[in-house]
T-cell receptor
Framework: NAGVTQTPKFRILKIGQSMTLQCTQD?????MYWYRQDPGMGLKLIYY???????DKGEVPNGYNVSRSTTEDFPLRLELAAPSQTSVYFC???????????????FGDGTRLSIL | EDQVTQSPEALRLQEGESSSLNCSYT??????LFWYRQDPGKGPEFLFT???AGEEKEKERLKATLTKKESFLHITAPKPEDSATYLC??????????????FGTGTLLAVQP
């Protein structure tokens, strides 16, 4: 069972470059999320999606964009990379039913991104 | 302001030495409290969900408990393979369709043989 798969695992970007972090899940989960994890800080939500075609901002969305064209895939786009976006990025998914969103989220192994 | 605080930041135990990790929270209308384990270079791995005060969950050497203000993760007779960072997250109303999931900064546990 693959679960949540993220690619690439590592990436170095130059300031001003752009890239897309890929995330795919095979659990047929309807909700998907993007987080960033910085040293000494809790995970912060960037964007989330409650289903194909529906996305919304989280706590720290500036500098990022997302799309959700299928249930399985939820790519995160960085435009004009800045040093402040150096971080570890995690994608997660969960199965929410009945209007409740208190089911556990399942995480991928992350993308470690450095902006130089 | 909704907050989640984990203590201690780091904990070193001898193999077999039982202890507890703490997660204290201040949120209105708790929807759920989650414990995760995170190994170096990996994503958080789900351990437990607790929904109401008094609830307890167990898995191997781990036991999670919940009160109205905090949760404990008890580790009984730990082994070196229990070494990891343990994350606590609390879900509260607000934040759109997802409610709000607020993560603590984690407790780094090292178990020495």
């Amino acid at each position: 069972n693959a679960g949540v798969t993220q690619t690439p695992k590592f990436r170095i970007l130059k300031i001003g470059q752009s890239m897309t972090l890929q995330c795919t899940q095979d659990m047929n989960h309807n909700y998907m999320y993007w987080y960033r994890q910085d040293p000494g800080m809790g995970l912060k939500l960037i964007y989330y999606s409650v289903g194909a075609g529906i996305t919304d901002k989280g706590e720290v969305p500036n500098g990022y964009n997302v799309s959700r064209s299928t249930t399985e895939d939820f790519p995160l786009r960085l435009e004009l990379a800045a040093p402040s976006q150096t971080s570890v990025y995690f994608c997660a998914s969960s199965l929410q039913q009945g209007g409740y969103s208190n089911q556990p989220q399942h995480f991928g192994d992350g993308t470690r991104l450095s902006i130089l | 302001e909704d907050q989640v605080t984990q203590s201690p930041e780091a904990l070193r135990l001898q193999e077999g030495e039982s202890s507890s990790l703490n997660c204290s929270y201040t949120v209105s209308g708790l929807r759920g409290l989650f414990w995760y384990r995170q190994d170096p270079g990996k994503g958080p791995e789900f351990l437990f969900t607790l929904y109401s005060a008094g609830e307890e969950k167990e898995k191997e050497r781990l036991k999670a408990t919940l009160t109205k203000k905090e949760s404990f993760l008890h580790i009984t007779a730990p082994k070196p393979e229990d070494s990891a960072t343990y994350l606590c997250a609390v879900q509260a109303p607000g934040g759109g369709a997802t409610n709000k999931l607020i993560f603590g900064t984690g407790t780094l546990l090292a178990v020495q043989p």
